[in-house]
């Protein structure tokens, strides 16, 4: 009841994937307020921040920035089996929809998933905002990245059969805005596929405030569920065909260090503990995570 009064007395609120002003407090989370939309159940960081100048702070620290519990990777290269095994498990998934064709990661970072896609007959493009991400890619892999945002790129209207968004939609201030270029550049029946923390899973239920999910607020400023993506899908023109818990693949000393954040003491004997048994570098999917969506452009 207090988030209706102190909406009623403050600026109106709405909802930035459904318009709604049904919007209400949730936590208060490092000094960030969190709103939830009752109508479409999205929750988001307000007010937002800057969109420039979190842009900015995702050059050069964000891929080495060596505190992951506050922004970005501690060292996103030592990941590179990981992320690429996780993204031959979301090409999987997306075989029954398409095989080949032109395809777009925005949020491309080092051009890993690119490189796997390109070695299955995709012919690929890459956007991404970090400079040093995409110069990476394109000297390392040869794999083209355009360096900036999706906007920025200035994609001719529907040129590419598939679009693909790992774990990019949260960081978006204005997630319709992309959605709704992307629907622009995609060809008639081509497909956009997504993967986001899902603040549906039963770990988000389950932990409330405490969810690991919001380590990365600020970074992450919108979270998610399957009805509030497929709503805001159904906005940009896109049809969902699929919604299902992501591949995510992580090494067993990656997690326990995200552990740190609740227990240092514990991490660090846990981390002891992994190195005495050989199996810190032992690889694990975490199917209840991220959720993957699958969406169709209609029209
Ligand atoms: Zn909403």
Known sequence: ??????????PAVVCGLCSSSDVHDLYQIKGWQLKKCHTCEAVFVFPLPDCEELI?????????????????????????????????????????????????????????????????GFEVRGVEVSETAAKWGEGSL???????????????????????????LEHLTEPLT?????????????????????????????MGRRWFGFTKIREHVYYYNRRSLSRAMGRAGLKVVNAQSSPFLVNLDFLVSKLAQYSKPAAGA????????????????????DLFMAARKEV
């Open 142 to 168: 040869k794999v083209p990245i355009f360096k900036g945002t999706l906007r920025e790129a200035k994609l001719a209207d529907d040129e590419f059969d598939v679009v693909v968004l790992w774990d990019v």
């Open 178 to 206: 992309e959605l709704r270029e992307i629907h622009r550049v995609l060809k008639k029946g081509g497909y956009l596929f997504v993967s986001v923390p899902d603040f549906g899973s039963v770990w988000a239920r389950l």
């Open 1 to 10: 009841m207090s988030g209706r009064v102190l909406q009623m007395s403050g």
């Open 56 to 120: 900015r702070d995702y050059q050069d620290n964000y891929f080495s920035s060596g505190d992951h519990l506050e922004w970005g990777y501690e060292d996103y290269f030592s990941l590179e089996d990981e992320i690429r095994e996780t993204a031959r498990r979301r090409l999987r998934l997306m075989q029954p929809y398409i095989r080949g064709g032109k395809l777009l990661e925005a949020g491309a970072a080092t051009g890993w998933f690119l490189d796997e896609a390109r070695t299955r």
């Open 270 to 289: 846990l981390s002891k503990l992994l190195g005495w048994l050989h199996l810190r570098d032992r690889k694990i999917n975490l199917r209840t995570v």
